[in-house]
């Protein structure tokens, strides 16, 4: 099977157009595991209706008066005071609320910036402790496969997990096709379930689409 799988990805990076825009034209495998490899993860949470997961335990809604509330957890500690005005040593769940769409810009990639908005007049800041919040299970699980795995697995519309891995050919081939098809078919080896080859052009705005040749490294060593 990681034969075929290494076949298929060396096929599929010999298929990419020579571009000076390499970055874009990739090389992608979409890995699926077994209906039965994550049963022991906690369910995920949620802060309720309305609200769309945009990062790792961070949440935005839109509400109908023209606010947008962000739900942050695990956050801090940072040099500023604690929820209850002592000295910030432990871990808290920000909800924040605002009119103003800038104290979200960070919101899809350093979360924990939200805190940027403390004290400001027309912001609406709830914290709660971490320790005991019902998302503090699943996190403190995932934390775990990361640090022994590596890497993060999807929860996908399905129900099951997946982990999607690209390179771009064109950038490298030693960079790009065969650490992929070594992570792959160590990543197939470990865990089993299934792998689609394709070839794909990423959005210009979609830096993310191609896993870092670290993670590929990485994922080697499983």
């Not at 298929?15 to 874009?24: E, H, K, L, V, Y």
């Not at 699980?141 to 519309?157: I, S």
Request: proline letters at 7%; hydrophobic letters at 35%; aromatic letters at 10%.
């Amino acid at each position: 099977m990681n034969r075929s799988l290494t076949r298929n990805i060396i096929r599929a990076a010999r298929r990419t157009p020579d571009s000076d825009q390499g970055f874009r034209h990739l090389v992608q495998v979409e890995h699926t595991f077994p209906g039965d490899t994550f049963t022991d993860a906690p369910a995920p949470w949620s802060p309720g209706e309305g609200f769309t997961e945009v990062a790792g335990g961070a949440w935005l809604r839109r509400n109908s008066d023209g606010t947008q509330t962000a739900v942050v957890t695990d956050v801090g500690p940072k040099q500023l005071p604690a929820a209850d005005g002592g000295v910030w040593t432990e871990e808290e769940v920000w909800t924040v609320t605002s009119a103003d769409s800038e104290v979200f810009a960070w919101l899809d990639d350093k979360p924990h910036r939200v805190t940027w908005a403390l004290g400001r007049a027309d912001v609406e800041i709830v914290r709660e402790p971490f320790t005991g919040h019902p998302h503090e299970t699943e996190a403190h699980y995932w934390h775990e496969f990361y640090t022994r795995h590596w890497f993060m697995p999807e929860l996908r519309t399905d129900g099951r997990y997946g982990l999607t891995l690209a390179c771009a050919p064109n950038d490298s081939w030693e960079l790009g096709p065969r650490p992929l098809a070594d992570a792959c078919g160590r990543l197939m080896a470990a865990f089993g379930g299934r792998a689609v080859v394709r070839n794909v052009v990423a959005d210009d705005a979609d830096w993310r689409t191609p896993a870092p040749v670290s993670l590929m490294r990485r994922l080697t060593r499983i």
